[in-house]
C-alpha cells in the first residue's frame, strides 16, 4: 500500500528539483546525486539513495544540455528511481533492487525529456502573446512570460514524479517476491561497473582533446581513491 504522505512527499520534491533543472534557481538540486538522495531519504534509506544518485551520476554525466538540444531530465526520474531502491531495514534486498532502479531511472529520464520538449513550445507560445512588449523591452512582459514559466514548469515536473512513482512502487512490492535468488553483492557489482564504465566514457569524450588529459584524469582517479580511503 502506498502511503499517500509519501507520493505527496516525492511529488513535491520532484517539482521543485524538475524546476531546478531549467527556470530556476539552476543550484544542480537536479543532479541525480542529490534527488536520488532526498528520493531514498523520503522512503527511509538516505544511504540507498545516495549510492543510487552515485551510479545515475554516472549516466548523467554523458548529458550535455546545450542550447535547445534534446536530453534526459534526471531530477524527478532520479527522485522516483531513490523511492524505488529505498527498502528500510532490508540493505540487501535493496542491493538486489539497484538494477531494476538504476534501468527504471534511465527509462524515466528519457520520458521526462520528452516533456521538456512540450514544455518548450508551451513557453513559446506563452511568449507569442507578450510578442509586441517582449519586443519594446517591457520588463513587466518579460516578468509575466517567466513567471508562467515557472509555473507549468513547476506544475510539469510534479505530475511527471507522481506519474513516476505511481508507476513503480506497486511494481517493486511484485519485485521483492521475486528477487530472492539474487545475490545483492553481485547485483550491485554490475551496475557498478557499467555505470563506471558510461562514466568513464563521458569524461574520455570530453577531455581527451585537451593537453595532458591524461594527468588530469589520473589526478582525478587518485583524489577519488583517497577520498574513498579516508572516510
Known amino acids: 500500500m502506498i502511503d499517500p ?6 511529488t513535491i520534491v520532484g517539482a521543485v528539483v524538475g524546476l531546478d533543472f531549467v527556470s530556476f534557481p539552476q543550484a544542480m538540486l537536479s543532479r541525480p546525486l542529490v534527488a536520488a538522495s532526498l528520493g531514498g531519504a523520503i522512503c527511509g534509506d538516505l544511504g540507498i539513495g545516495l549510492l543510487l544518485g552515485v551510479l545515475l551520476e554516472c549516466f548523467a554525466l554523458e548529458t550535455m544540455p546545450f542550447g535547445a538540444s ?18 528500510p531495514g532490508d540493505r540487501e534486498l535493496a542491493a538486489r533492487m539497484l ?17 521538456l520538449v512540450w514544455l518548450r513550445r508551451i513557453n513559446l507560445s506563452v511568449a507569442g502573446r507578450y510578442r509586441e512588449e517582449l519586443a519594446a523591452g517591457d520588463a513587466s512582459a518579460v516578468i509575466a512570460v517567466h513567471r508562467m514559466g515557472m509555473v507549468v514548469d513547476f506544475g510539469r515536473a510534479g505530475a ?49 582533446t585537451a593537453k595532458g588529459f591524461a594527468w588530469y584524469v589520473l589526478a582525478g582517479l587518485a583524489a577519488g581513491l583517497l577520498m574513498t580511503l579516508t572516510t
Open 160 to 208: 511527471v514524479t507522481a506519474l513516476f512513482v505511481l508507476t513503480l512502487l506497486p511494481i517493486r512490492e511484485v519485485l521483492q517476491d521475486r528477487l530472492d535468488t539474487v545475490d545483492g553483492v553481485t547485483s550491485a557489482a554490475v551496475v557498478g561497473v557499467i555505470a563506471v564504465g558510461v562514466a568513464g566514457s563521458a569524461v574520455w569524450k570530453v577531455v581527451h
Open 70 to 87: 534534446r536530453y534526459p531530465e534526471w531530477g524527478p526520474a532520479s527522485v522516483a528511481a531513490g523511492a524505488l531502491a529505498a527498502i
Open 99 to 115: 538494477p531494476f532502479a538504476v534501468l527504471a531511472g534511465l527509462g524515466a529520464a528519457m520520458i521526462g525529456g520528452l516533456t
Open 5 to 10: 504522505g509519501t507520493v505527496t512527499a516525492l
